[in-house]
């Protein structure tokens, strides 16, 4: 029916109507005259009935007399049926019941918003005289809030005097409900009237007119008197509580959900209703008694109430307010370590924080769970307090404009004073309560220079205003308030600025002698700056404020106690969320700065190291969590009153947008008054305690101050050198997390750090208000280098050596930017070897100049581009960026194209670099495995292994000064003795490649094969380095291939009657080329190989492990065969042969030939590289007798490719061609040694002859190798069969 009435036209609905009401008709006459005991059919139909009267918004009616009379009709069953025990006795469904007084209050709602203002006048007042009369009062009043909420025009003419009568008749008995309501009414400004109209219920000022005598209520001697609304309200507010419970009422955030709405109970009475409410909901005692004080003075500054009656009043609970906060703020401060010494530092938090850390954690409320905290900051327990001592006196200040002057004064000032000295101080911060002292301070000068009804203030009160607003005590209040300035809180900056205008102001310093002295403006220029809105179109007005603030403050004739005014308000605006601003909030710093380095310091310095404890960024109120869930609150109530798209079908929406709106503001509102369990009043009255809900990125915040310090505050920081430098150390040691090996490894050195930063640096609270990331960090650290590479003497800050040796591992980091930045700070040095390529190294790290640069710059030892006296300071620079820019992944470069081309052009390069030079690059490479292998124990199977006697990361038979000047950590004067290692050390640690990630492993090893491609020979140097971490890969690749095989077994066990359980996979490498332009890119990023395992479970996680782990082992063993390929002269492969075989053949000697059968693995193309030359001749045989045995039952395995078998087949015709004396001058070897691997060769082949020509005829019966071989014929190729040929002949 709706969807008809929808899209039905409205000359074409009234047939749709005439079928409604003739079914409705007979139902309401069969209830009526107890013909039937079926109340569901009336109700369906009520339901429908209100629905079309609402929907698209009343248009498809075209009379609603009708419609009011049917709406009677259901007022009329329904008074029937409570007040007629035989009928409802008839009926057998209550719940219908109940549901018909829900729609028959939802059907006269929408006739009001809808219908003229005739048929009001005529039939709407007779039914809300029914309503009124019949049904219970919080039906009535949730009727009231949603025409409030859908904003029905005669709401204040109509219903208001209604509301004021029911208020009046049910105060007694529900004062608690009525107080809701009416600070709904008011707080979420649903009353909306114009000032200066004057009507019975409403005064000049918008307020509501209670009558001042009406009914009667019980008075303590049994006897009666009237009722007066408003002396009611002040009763009740100065009512006295214990309000140290009342402070420990709401320090959390509320998690009660309402139940979803059911229905009235039809019948009840009010009293019955009332009761009812008061009995199921909790009592309104001391948990709420807050929440109560908030809402009666919502509601009295709403409501006209006698001037003297409500300044006695307020006068009064002020009072009780200040004595009990400054009673428990001592108690808390005695109880506080960390709140005396607040107190003692008039404030400064960061002094208090160097108390007992626990306490200060205590005092913010920290011990709180996040999820669970309303609250925090110093004294946070007493925000909800004091809020609500501001806001009794900010309403005293509101009546005080409208009271006679002589009462209004006195006590006024009373409250302003009390409040100054004894809560102020240690309650600054409270929004509310700033706004509350200025505004109380406005009204005080007003009632001071005002006479009214010709009556005056007296001259002594006079005198006490002015002197409480004297230059004295602004000197006092300064102080107190400032760093207001600072705060995230717009409207804590405007009110600090406000109350700090009303005070008289101090003379601005003279431009010279002769100038006369004028009063200084530039807090009035604040206000203004403050008051402008920081959106798109106002911006510029607000920046032109600032601009004319810096000019003054700039000038030095801004008097001292308004010194920090300026640059505490400029850094306040880098947390609006407008980036437009920040640029020239940093230009007009910058005009600070160089007119007064010292005080832009102290402001800028003093509220950027808050960020090193995030503890000192919090102000006292509500946590961010609170703040989300206010925001979620007001958006989800919000979201009730708004019109929302409607679903569609085929184009047609399938519901009415009006129609949704309005049931959803009608279902919110008799939800919000049909319990009554004091949730709403404790919601609003935290909703009132919190006027700045805006979120507040506090990363950003500490982004721009970096920024800005890096631009225009260098010469600033270098002055004040030493806490820089400790705050960009801490930062570096606690927050960065790959420098901080760098600490431990240099720990007890002068390289390592003598001081204890966690005094700087609080670790623990990081991320309390910060967001933190990777990403974050590295743009912080970008910025501490931007800062320190503008420094002019970096050589005499310090740490100095600490920081040279950070900011030489710094540009190893695949980053450009924070390449750039470092080795700005590395050229600040100005060294005499680096100073006249510095031109160089940026080209170097430029991206577009890159590559122009690295073919132009020759790098050879004999080139042209470098002297040779500055190699030894350039070299260790230089390769550093190079290695450097083999991991960036910018713009072209992050393909894998570019990447695999940028790695060639940077080792083709390094072909003219002398060995130690180019094992120090290599050494770089092997920073992150030296961190967690160097100290590995070495594995039993190595004990007896023949191992090199030592070898190090840095150059072994250099010099000492050449080696310490290449260490890949430092350019220290001290060789690091821990850089020293065994072999066993390095390969003993495949457990210990668990702390390195796999990326890593991955990245080093294209590195290894790109470097073998590009070098060749040359690259012998390295091999000793390499093989450490190639075959401890190896070693830990196929421990883990062994526990993920493990744990697929024991997944399928218990999986049991799957079908889809899979046998356990091979292991075999596949031999097609590895992607080798893979990112080469540092260890600590959190990527993991890609890998298609289909959906995440635990099997899928396993298998994902496995391809990581195969593709370690392939390529660590591709890297073993490319260095056997080379054919290096002067190394020798024997002390590691032992190794090779344990951690990459032995595990695999069994699976060799199932392993091999579709394409040859990485492992058969490392045997077959020991046939290149008969030094390695020994490799196959010496080791383990399996491993030729095996070779050749690869020619047997099933379905055995033919390529495969070429392979096989051509190893073995090697060894059958071996010639001692051929191999003497082919090989270049000596003719015992060649006699030597003949006796070898012939001795392997006699063993395994019978072994060979069986598998050979095996093999070649093979239909498919067969196959193979005639299509190999047909081809011209022949290379199997002519295999075949020679080894048989």
Not at 537 to 545: G, P, Q, V
Not at 898 to 920: C, K
Request: net charge negative; proline share 4%; charged share 20%.
């Amino acid at each position: 029916t709706k969807l008809c009435l929808h899209y039905t036209r409205r000359e074409s609905a009234q047939q749709l109507w005439e079928v409604l009401f003739v079914d409705y008709d007979a139902q309401a006459r069969a209830v009526a005259d107890k013909t039937t005991q079926r109340i569901q059919p009336l109700v369906i139909l009520l339901g429908l009935l209100a629905s079309a009267t609402i929907v698209r918004k009343g248009s498809r009616v075209s009379e609603y007399k009708p419609l009011f009379q049917r709406c009677q009709t259901a007022f009329t069953i329904a008074k029937m049926l409570a007040n007629d025990v035989e009928a409802s006795q008839m009926i057998d469904n209550d719940k219908a019941v109940a549901i018909m007084a829900h729609e028959r209050i939802k059907w006269l709602v929408g006739l009001l918003m809808q219908c003229n203002v005739q048929d009001m006048a005529s039939t709407g007042k007779l039914m809300l005289d029914m309503v009124v009369s019949n049904e219970p009062m919080s039906t009535v009043l949730s009727m009231a809030l949603t025409l409030a909420r859908l904003g029905w025009a005669q709401w204040n003419q109509i219903l208001l005097p209604y509301l004021i009568r029911i208020t009046v008749d049910h105060w007694a008995e529900n004062r608690d409900v009525l107080l809701l309501f009416w600070t709904e009414l008011f707080q979420n400004g649903l009353f909306k009237v114009q000032t200066g109209s004057i009507t019975l219920t409403v005064t000049s000022r918008g307020q509501v007119l209670f009558p001042t005598k009406t009914s009667e209520k019980s008075t303590g001697n049994g006897k009666t008197g009237p009722i007066n609304i408003p002396q009611e309200l002040v009763d009740w507010l100065i009512a006295p509580v214990d309000w140290k419970a009342v402070a420990d009422q709401q320090q959390t955030i509320p998690t009660t959900e309402r139940e979803e709405f059911g229905g009235f109970e039809d019948g009840a009475s009010d009293v019955d209703q009332d009761d009812r409410s008061t009995s199921e909901a909790p009592s309104h005692g001391v948990a709420s008694e807050l929440a109560i004080k908030s809402a009666l003075l919502c509601v009295l500054s709403h409501v006209s109430v006698d001037p003297s009656v409500l300044l006695d009043g307020l006068h009064t609970l002020i009072g009780q307010l200040v004595a009990a906060v400054t009673q428990l703020t001592a108690q808390m401060a005695e109880n506080s370590e960390y709140l005396q010494n607040v107190a003692s530092n008039s404030g400064e938090q960061g002094d208090a924080m160097q108390g007992d850390d626990d306490s200060a954690s205590m005092a913010l409320g920290l011990f709180t769970p996040k999820d669970g905290r309303l609250y925090w900051g110093a004294y946070h327990q007493l925000f909800p307090l004091v809020s609500l001592l501001g806001s009794a006196l900010k309403l005293e200040a509101s009546a005080a404009f409208h009271a006679p002057p002589r009462l209004v004064a006195e006590n006024l000032m009373d409250s302003w004073c009390l409040i100054l000295d004894r809560v102020l101080p240690a309650h600054s911060t409270n929004p509310l309560l700033v706004e509350s002292m200025f505004k109380a301070a406005d009204a005080l000068k007003f009632v001071t220079t005002t006479s009214r009804g010709g009556e005056a203030t007296s001259a002594a009160i006079k005198q006490k205003v002015a002197a409480a607003l004297s230059l004295q005590q602004l000197e006092h209040l300064v102080p107190m308030l400032e760093h207001n300035l600072t705060s995230t809180q717009p409207s804590l900056r405007l009110w600090t600025l406000q109350l700090l205008s009303l005070f008289e102001q101090p003379l601005m310093k003279p431009a010279d002698k002769s100038a006369t002295q004028e009063p200084c403006t530039i807090v009035e220029m604040g206000i203004a700056l403050e008051s402008t809105a920081g959106g798109m179109e106002t911006y510029k007005d607000r920046m032109n404020h600032l601009r004319r603030m810096a000019v003054i403050a700039s000038s030095g004739r801004v008097p001292e106690i308004f010194h920090n005014v300026f640059p505490y308000l400029a850094l306040g605006q880098y947390s609006l969320n407008f980036s437009y601003i920040w640029p020239d909030v940093t230009k007009q710093l910058g005009l600070l700065a160089a007119a007064n380095q010292q005080l832009f310091w102290n402001a800028v310095w003093g509220l950027l190291q808050r960020f090193n404890d995030e503890r000192l960024l919090i102000e006292t109120g509500p946590t961010p969590e609170a703040k989300k869930w206010l925001n979620s609150c007001a958006e989800a109530r919000a979201a009730e009153s708004e019109l929302t798209v409607s679903p569609k079908i085929d184009g047609h929406a399938i519901e009415c947008p009006n129609l949704a709106r309005f049931n959803r503001v009608f279902s919110a509102e008799l939800l919000r008054l049909a319990n009554v369990d004091g949730s709403g009043l404790q919601n609003l009255a935290i909703a009132t305690n919190c006027p700045d809900l805006n979120r507040v990125d506090y990363a950003n915040v500490q982004k721009q101050l970096m920024t800005m310090l890096a631009e225009i505050g260098a010469a600033a920081a270098e002055a004040h050198s030493k806490p820089v430098v400790q705050a960009f150390l801490a930062f570096i040691r606690y927050d960065f997390g790959w420098t901080s090996s760098f600490f431990t490894k240099h720990e007890g050195t002068e390289l390592g750090l003598d001081v204890d930063l966690t005094g700087v640096y609080a670790v623990e609270h990081r991320g309390l208000l910060t967001e933190r990331g990777r990403r974050i960090d590295e743009t912080r650290c970008i910025l501490w280098l931007k800062l320190i590479s503008k420094f002019r003497n970096p050589q005499q800050l310090p740490r100095a050596p600490t920081l040279y040796s950070l900011f030489l591992r710094m540009i190893t980091r695949g980053d450009n930017e924070m390449q750039r930045h470092a080795l700005g700070c590395l050229l600040a040095w100005r060294q005499s070897g680096v100073h006249p390529y510095a031109e160089n190294l940026r080209n170097l790290v430029d991206e577009k100049r890159f590559r122009d640069e690295i073919k132009t710059f020759d790098l050879a030892v004999n080139g042209q581009s470098i002297n040779i006296v500055h190699r030894e300071q350039l070299m260790p620079i230089l390769l550093r960026v190079l290695h450097g820019q083999m991991m960036v992944r910018n713009g072209k470069a992050s393909r894998k194209d570019g990447m695999r081309i940028r790695r060639a052009v940077i080792l083709n390069a390094m072909v003219g670099v002398t060995q130690e030079e180019l094992r120090f690059f290599v050494g770089i490479g092997l920073e992150t495995f030296r961190t967690t292998i160097l100290r590995a124990t070495p594995r039993e199977l190595l004990a007896n292994a023949e191992l090199p006697e030592s070898f190090s990361l840095t150059f072994n038979g250099a010099s000492a000064s050449t080696t310490d000047k290449m260490d890949v950590d430092s350019d220290a004067n001290a060789l690091d003795t821990d850089e020293q290692s065994s072999i066993s050390e390095y390969v003993g640690a495949g457990a210990e490649m668990d702390n390195v990630s796999s990326k890593a492993q991955i990245s080093f090893l294209h590195l290894q094969m790109e470097l073998i491609r590009s070098l060749g020979v040359k690259a012998t140097p390295v091999f000793h380095e390499a093989f450490a971490v190639i075959l401890s890969s190896v070693a830990w690749a196929q421990r883990e291939l062994d526990v993920a095989n493990d744990e697929l077994e024991t997944l399928a066990t218990e999986q049991t009657g799957d079908d889809s359980q899979a046998t356990e996979d091979s292991d075999a490498d596949n031999d097609s080329d590895m992607d080798d332009a893979q990112s080469y890119v540092s260890d600590d990023e959190d990527m993991d190989v890609a890998v298609a395992v289909g959906k995440k479970s635990a099997r899928g996680d396993i298998e994902h492990r496995k391809s990581v782990a195969r593709e370690i082992r392939q390529l660590a063993i591709k890297c073993i065969t490319r260095m056997f390929v080379l054919e290096p002269p002067n190394f020798s492969f024997a002390p590691y042969m032992q190794c090779i075989y344990e951690v990459a053949i032995d595990p695999r000697i069994d699976n060799l030939a199932s392993e091999n059968t579709q394409n040859s693995s990485a492992l058969l193309l490392l045997l077959k590289s020991w046939t290149l030359t008969p030094k390695y001749y020994p490799y196959l045989v010496d080791y383990n007798p399996l491993t030729f045995p095996m070779l050749l039952d690869i020619l047997v395995a099933p379905k055995v490719q033919s390529s495969v078998v070429s392979l096989v087949l051509g190893i073995l015709q090697t060894f059958l061609d071996y010639d001692p004396q051929v191999a003497v001058h082919k090989y270049e070897l000596s003719a015992e040694s060649a006699e030597a691997y003949g006796v070898l060769v012939k001795g392997m082949i006699q063993r395994h002859i019978s072994r060979i020509l069986s598998h050979m005829r095996t093999c070649f019966s093979n239909s498919n190798l067969n196959s193979a071989t005639t299509a190999t014929q047909s081809g011209g190729s022949g290379n199997l069969v002519m295999h075949q040929i020679h080894i048989l002949s």
